[in-house]
């Protein structure tokens, strides 16, 4: 009974440790099918970021702290007293699993500070107590972010999210998509348009699986879809998540990002940006600095596993953007909300 409670494949479900492994939900085969990936070596975690079987940027950094237990237990059982120095290459593999999203090397610095009070003792106790509260804060974080931005929200009016900042991409409930069921269950939204997100299709996949769940409705657009819509008028915000946000309040997130903002700052739309203080990196000046990763161009050159490019062409395949702090209208974080944000106004909310 207790294996089928804890692993069924809900959004809110998607990263479960269960019966001393973490369970996956694999974001890969979704809508098609919800299954789950199980995990019992940090290298195997590694790779699952890497190929996107877990993402979204808390997700990533979530799944990497439960990895680094997996790391230590393996190296407690093969090394007793010691264990902690043979950590090193298990550590380096969680870090570079994927560049762009900061959670990652946030959440791998709590448990580095968790390790070191560990000493040579059993560690799994310790680490996953860290692991599971880094995952359970994120949830709180989402559910107070999504009643300060639905409150920025004068209602009823459409919104527009990209990629895929819900309960799948996060510890549970999401950013952008925390934000959105909040504020439709405050009657503030009357629709949702969700961009289909080329090319790995997050918000086809998984925003319209995840929002239907919860009976929002939800209308799939293509990208490009995004500045006519808006020319139409009724759409009162553009709402995403971030993957790093510099201490300037440039925003790195999914490629296309920095179109809808230039669009919804044309449009006289909002544009507002949710992430979790965990996503704010204030070691990078400005967005110049954020690593942006590139990603196999066949990502491009396919789409539903068909070729849609001919053979020889040349495709690039950047998977995030820099959107300008100026564009950028309110920053949602679980510490309060920041309108046009800067440099001086994201230090205080940092140090405050
Ligand atoms: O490549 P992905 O799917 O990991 O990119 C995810 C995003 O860009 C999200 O918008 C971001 O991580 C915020 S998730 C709460």
């Known amino acids: 009974m207790e294996a089928q409670a804890a692993l069924i494949p809900t959004p809110d479900n998607a990263l479960v440790w269960h019966e001393d492994a973490l369970h996956l939900l694999d974001q890969r085969l979704l809508p098609e099918r919800a299954l789950f990936l199980r995990c019992q070596e940090s ?12 993402r979204g940027a808390p997700a990533i950094g979530i799944a990497a702290a439960y990895g680094v237990v997996l790391a230590a237990r393996r190296r407690y059982v093969q090394w007793g007293a010691g264990w902690s120095h043979h ?18 090397a946030w959440a791998l610095q709590r448990m580095r500070g968790c390790l070191a009070r560990c000493g040579e003792g059993d ?11 880094i995952h359970q804060e994120d949830r709180l974080a989402n559910r107070r972010m999504g009643e300060l931005g639905a409150a920025l929200i004068e209602g009823p009016t459409r919104v527009i999210t990209h990629c895929n900042a819900g309960a799948l991409a996060t510890g549970g409930y999401g950013t952008a998509l925390g934000v959105i069921r909040s504020a439709f269950a405050a009657g503030r939204l009357s629709g949702v348009y969700a961009d289909e997100t080329r090319p790995w299709l997050q918000g086809a996949r998984l925003t319209a699986w995840e929002l239907q769940q919860d009976a929002i409705p939800v209308v ?40 809808l903002a230039v669009l919804a700052r044309y449009h ?25 990763e590139a990603r196999d161009p066949s990502e491009v050159l396919a789409c539903g596993g068909r070729r849609v490019g001919p053979e020889g062409v040349a495709a690039r395949n950047p998977v995030f953007d820099v959107t300008p702090a100026e564009l950028v209208d309110a920053l949602v974080t679980e510490r309060g909300v920041i309108l046009c944000p800067d440099r001086p106004k994201i230090r205080a909310l940092m140090e405050g």
């Open 268 to 292: 006289r739309v909002g544009f507002m940006v949710v992430a979790p203080t965990s996503t704010l990196d204030l070691g990078v000046a400005s967005g110049a600095e954020i690593p942006i």
């Open 43 to 54: 290298g195997e975690v590694a790779q699952a970021i890497t190929d996107m079987v877990v």
């Open 220 to 259: 799939l657009q293509a990208d490009g879809a995004a500045a006519a819509l808006m020319a139409e008028g009724g759409i009162g915000w553009v709402i995403v998540g971030a993957d790093r946000i510099a201490a300037n309040g440039d925003v790195a997130n999914k490629i296309g990002t920095y179109g």
């Open 123 to 133: 560690p799994l106790g310790p680490l996953l107590a860290e692991a599971r509260a």
């Open 87 to 104: 950590l090193g290459p298990d550590l380096a593999g969680l870090a570079h699993a994927r560049p762009t999203a900061v959670n990652l």
